[in-house]
């Protein structure tokens, strides 16, 4: 089994960065590839970015590409999401997901983090 535990949201100025990270128990983060998905007030959890288990594959929604980036450091249990030129529709809650592939589908996951709040002021 594995837990999640998501570091590094707050309060940011639009056009600000902020990074997120989620650190991982057990001893098989490795063998799982991670995503990161986000849930704003009465919308649907929808999908951000993932990466496979070697850190070698990176999927991005089309909404962030180029402004974020997913890695991991398997020797820490952590994975990062770096997110650049923020604006306001960023604002949700995030949550890392670790799961056995790399999928968009919230359903290809099989744990999940609690959340952490990331709002971004105009």
Same mark, same amino acid.
């Given at each position: 089994q594995v837990q999640l535990v998501e570091f590094g949201g707050g309060l940011v100025q639009a056009g600000g960065s902020l990074r997120?990270?989620?650190a #991982?128990?057990?001893r098989t983060f490795s063998s799982y590839a991670m995503g990161w998905f986000r849930q704003a007030p009465g919308k649907e959890r929808e999908?951000?970015?993932a990466i496979s288990w070697s850190g070698g594959v990176t999927y991005y #929604?089309?909404?962030v590409k180029g402004r974020f980036t997913i890695s991991r450091d398997n020797a820490k249990n952590t994975v990062y999401l770096q997110m650049n030129s923020?604006?306001?529709e960023d604002t949700a809650v995030?949550?890392?997901a670790a799961g056995e592939r790399s999928t968009?589908?919230?359903k290809g996951y099989d744990y999940w983090g609690q959340g952490t709040q990331v709002?971004?002021?105009s």
């Open positions: 997120l990270s989620c #991982a128990s057990g999908f951000v970015a #929604a089309d909404f923020l604006n306001p995030y949550y890392c968009q589908e919230t709002t971004v002021s």
